[in-house]
């Protein structure tokens, strides 16, 4: 008998299971229909030995030292600021938009925040209430910088005019008036220095932790007898898509080892004009791996396929609001992380999102009365169940 079964292997169902093994002693079953740990962070070496991330790129930033000191139990750190270049008019120019991607696109030498901010307030159109992920833009920088950033990458990412998209999706990418070219603001920006996979290993490798991979909930939820849940797949797929279906967004990528040392100047170059995919990535800027080849990916997004992100607009939150208030009134079933809780989270959001979650459990579910000797082997075996 499992105190727990954990419903995905990503970063939601690590930390719960690493934090009731540990901190609990409870045991803990980890069940993933895919055949790694690591949900959409997994990363693996390919086969010409470069490390890549099977589901795009995925760069660690937080402000939370929290969730950086957490982590830091299973991983150390290499320092990595992430920069990305757009290819706009025939240019690679800075996003986030700041002075030097004006000066260069314009041909002009803005040399102040205020000359900057000026010539954006010249350009940005008033809007009333800011809802969309097009009034968002419009308003800081105008129409014309909107569309050559933003109308057409959104559109190709979401398949959705981002006036059909809530203001946060857009306001994700701030615009700065300086020269500061960094993707990210946060305090903390690091990569772990072997990789995500390794890290994830480091969190479950306990004797009270077991992993089984290629197994859905739905196929072995009968099977296997456990006390409570922790399900961070998708909600509505958890209530048999009761209240209709909530759209994910996919990605194809498509992975490539190219035999040149490099293959662009920053780790990530997005292509919000043309093109059918929306950004390349070269993963050794990330990683810091030497290696006389390169290896990229290409983004390509479509409606069909693994669910990546939720998509961020009224009606669908109207109908996560349905689903969640059924996952309120389900006993011993917490819902965590990006597809449960149906929020367009980041890594540190979602561990934080975990770390909270585990607090609230440890204050309301009694510990079991005899936890399992954290260290000592686990005795019980899955040999019986049925294979993948
Ligand atoms: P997931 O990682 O999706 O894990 C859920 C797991 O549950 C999956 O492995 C799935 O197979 C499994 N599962 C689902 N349903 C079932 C079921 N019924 N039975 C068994 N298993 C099931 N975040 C950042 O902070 N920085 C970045 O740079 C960044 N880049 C990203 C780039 C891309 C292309 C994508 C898609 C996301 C990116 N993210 C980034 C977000 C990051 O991936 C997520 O915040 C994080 O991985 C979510 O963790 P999770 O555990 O909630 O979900
Ligand atoms: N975006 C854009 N042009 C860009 C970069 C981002 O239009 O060059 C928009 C797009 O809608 C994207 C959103 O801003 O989906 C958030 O961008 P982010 O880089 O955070 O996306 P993620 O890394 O989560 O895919």
Known sequence: MFDWLVVGAGFAGCVLAERLATQRGERVLIVDRRPHIGGNAYDRYNEDG???HEYGPHIFHTNSEM??????????????????????????????????TVNQLYGL????????????????????RIETSEDVVVSKVGRELYEKFFRGYTRKQWGLDP???DKSVTARVPTRTDTDDRYFADKYQVMPKHGYTRMFQAMVARANITVML?????????????????YTGQIDEFFDFRFGRLPYRSLRFAHLTLDAPSHQAVAVVNYPQTEEFTRVTEYKYLTGQAHPKTAIT??????????????????????????????????????????ATYRYYNMDQVVG???????????????QEKP????????????????P
């Open 67 to 100: 969730v950086l000191n957490y982590l830091s139990k299973f991983t150390t750190w290499r320092d990595y600021t992430h920069r990305v270049l757009a290819y706009v008019d025939g240019h690679l120019v800075p996003i986030p938009i700041n002075r030097t």
């Open 298 to 339: 290409y983004e390509y997004p479509t409606a069909e396929g693994d669910p990546y992100y939720p998509v961020p607009r009224p009606e669908n939150q109207e109908r996560y609001g349905l689903y969640e208030a059924l996952a309120r009134a389900t006993p011993d079933v917490w819902f965590v992380g990006r597809l």
């Open 163 to 165: 006036s059909e998209l």
């Open 214 to 230: 290629q197994a859905g909930y739905q196929e072995i939820r009968h099977l296997i007898p456990h006390k409570r849940v922790i």
């Open 372 to 387: 399992a000797a954290a260290s000592g082997p686990w005795n019980g075996t899955l040999a019986e169940l049925p294979g």
């Open 109 to 128: 030498s803005l040399e102040t925040d205020e000359e900057m901010a000026a010539w954006l307030a010249a350009r940005a159109e008033p809007v009333g």
């Open 353 to 367: 999102q975990a770390l909270a979650t585990f607090r609230r459990i440890d204050e309301t579910v009694p510990r």
């Open 50 to 52: 470069l490390l890549i």
